[in-house]
């Protein structure tokens, strides 16, 4: 996964092994995790904040997490307390590192004049469309804006008039002078600034320039005095700009590194297209569980530690390349197994009635909180002659291999009794009710002659139960990638994705949980309580269910 076979690490690190052993920044390793607050994060950034923290941790350094605001009209402070909330979720800390981009829009400023001084930038006067028709394209170079020679006094001039308000929204831009033939169209003259007459989220109205993003990413870098800036592919062809705006400024200059963005089957990782999902009313917010943010993430009950699990196995690479949706649903299964307490549920409730128990019988079984952890110990759950197994656990007329409930035969009631069906009560073809006739001496569920039962269901005591509304879901696109299919992304979304129960019942143990937790349905998967839970309605999200696809791919392969 992009390790050196050799010494099991990957590229980065074996960077900064050598950077560490000849010396190179005295030793030091600092990062920094740099999400633009124009939306909320997805799993592909908990890649890049596990990977630059994770970095940090493992050399003694130091990571910083740094808003790049640099856009004030797609910027907003709902999307910056979300990133906060996410990075520390994940469970990194930053420190008294928290810092923005617009920290530094009075250092930009004075480094843009410096610039304009060397006769390195020049003010133009052409719009968006005649800038992009003077780039050219990748087979035909550029041409010079007919500005691009204006004596330095003039640019220095505009430049500051532009600063101080006397312009119109793109009347005119500050513009690098490079090379308008250059290979790399990133280096053909960029725009260094715009005229934005728009309210930023920290600065307020202090400012109608505004810095575009290649400008400032390498000069944040330099001024934090970040050792190894780490970034995604799609940068790679910026890294000669950012490097010749340091090297002209003579500023600290930090290393680039890129690697290959994380792709997930049945996903999509456009911030732009997940937003068109929520505005488009798809999903139920960025929080959606059915969404790829960490907060979707979150809410449907996936824990931090097996996200920062996933983001280690899938290692860091040059090359990018797709990783399958379940080992990452591996890896959540993998926790929640080992962490998370077991209660019964059932979500499709049929009557069973035990003929041979008492009108007002009552116990209590002692059943183990979690076989994955002993120390979790035991509690007791409520048995009475009225109880409720799953609809889909009785056949009338039952295949051979149907080894669950079905007229005359026998199966165990987990942690409870052996019980044989007797009757069964219809309404027509529908089965309301069934009659059951429990052994009596299986107490605890085993047979006192040593009998073999195949069959074991879950149960919840009708007397006792709790009622709850269950949502289930399932991938939110059909197909592995949505983007590369003809048409919209959305023309793709599993129709399937959400499945919501109500009049699902529980038992009472369940109703004393609060939001956020999570445990398991014996045989049905694993859950969370979800936010909207309040004191009249019970609302609990399935997380995840039992089957292990990809380990099984393992196996086969």
């Known amino acids: 996964m992009g390790e050196d076979e050799r010494s099991g690490k990957d590229f980065i690190r074996e960077i900064i092994d050598e950077h560490n052993r000849t010396g190179k920044y005295d030793g030091r390793v600092h990062t920094r995790f740099p999400p633009e607050p124009n939306g909320y994060l997805h799993i592909g950034h908990a890649k890049s904040i596990c990977l630059n923290f994770g970095i940090a941790e493992e050399y003694g350094g130091k990571c910083n997490l740094r808003f790049d605001d640099t856009n004030p009209t797609k910027e907003e402070e709902e999307y910056v307390d979300s990133i906060i909330e996410d990075v520390k979720w994940l469970g990194f800390d930053w420190e008294d590192r928290l810092f923005f981009s617009s920290d530094y829009f009075d250092q930009m400023y004075e480094l843009a004049l410096d610039l304009i001084k060397k006769g390195s930038a020049y003010v133009d006067d052409l719009n968006a469309e005649e800038i992009s028709e003077y780039r050219g394209n990748v087979t035909t170079p550029g041409r010079n804006s007919p500005f691009r020679d204006r004596p330095i006094e003039e640019n ?55 810095p575009m993003y290649d400008w400032a990413h390498g000069l944040e870098d330099s001024i934090e005095g970040i050792t190894h800036s780490i970034c995604t592919l ?211 569920g085993n047979a006192p002659d040593g009998r073999k039962v195949k069959g074991t269901l879950h149960w919840v005591s009708i007397k006792h139960a709790a009622q709850a509304k269950v949502r289930s879901y399932d991938k939110l696109f059909t197909v592995e990638d949505p983007l590369s299919e003809e048409g919209e992304s959305t023309d793709y979304l599993n129709p399937d994705s959400l499945e919501i129960k109500k009049g699902c019942m529980v038992e009472p143990a369940v109703k004393e949980l609060g939001p956020g937790s999570s445990f398991q349905f014996e045989r049905l998967g694993y859950f969370i309580i979800d936010p909207d839970t309040t004191e009249k309605e019970l609302v609990i999200n399935r997380t995840i269910t039992l089957r292990d696809s990809w380990a099984k791919m393992q196996k086969k392969n």
């Open 156 to 210: 220095l001039d505009l430049f500051i008039r532009m600063k101080n308000g006397e312009f119109k929204d793109g009347e005119k831009v500050l513009r690098a002078k490079i090379d308008m033939g250059h290979p790399n169209m990133n280096m053909r003259d960029p725009v260094m600034y715009r005229i934005l007459h728009a309210s930023h989220h920290n600065t307020g109205d202090k400012w109608c320039v505004y």
């Open 234 to 444: 799609e940068f790679e062809n910026h890294h000669p700009l950012y490097d010749w705006f340091i090297e002209e400024l003579g500023v600290y200059h930090p290393l680039q590194i890129e690697f290959a963005r994380l792709n997930l089957t049945y996903t999509i990782m456009s911030k732009r297209k997940l937003l068109n999902l929520v505005e488009g009313n798809y999903v139920n917010g960025w929080d959606d569980p059915r969404m790829p943010s960490i907060s979707g993430m979150r809410r449907r009950g996936y824990p931090p530690e097996a996200i920062r699990d996933f983001c280690s196995r899938i290692g860091v690479a040059k090359i990018n390349s797709t990783i399958a949706f379940e080992l990452l649903e591996h890896c959540v299964r993998e926790n929640l197994n080992k962490t998370s307490p077991r209660f019964m549920g059932v979500l499709d409730p049929l009557k069973v009635t035990i003929e041979n128990l008492p009108d007002d019988h009552e116990e209590f079984m002692d059943v183990v909180n979690n076989p994955e952890d002993e120390s979790a110990g035991k509690r007791k759950v409520p048995f009475s002659k009225e109880i409720y197994i799953e609809r889909n656990d009785f056949m009338e007329e039952p295949f051979k291999k149907f080894f669950r409930l079905a007229p005359g035969k026998e199966v165990r009631l987990r942690n409870a009794y052996l019980v044989t069906c007797t009757d069964v009560i219809k309404e027509g073809d529908v089965v309301k009710e069934l009659i059951c006739r429990a052994d009596l001496d299986s107490r605890g």
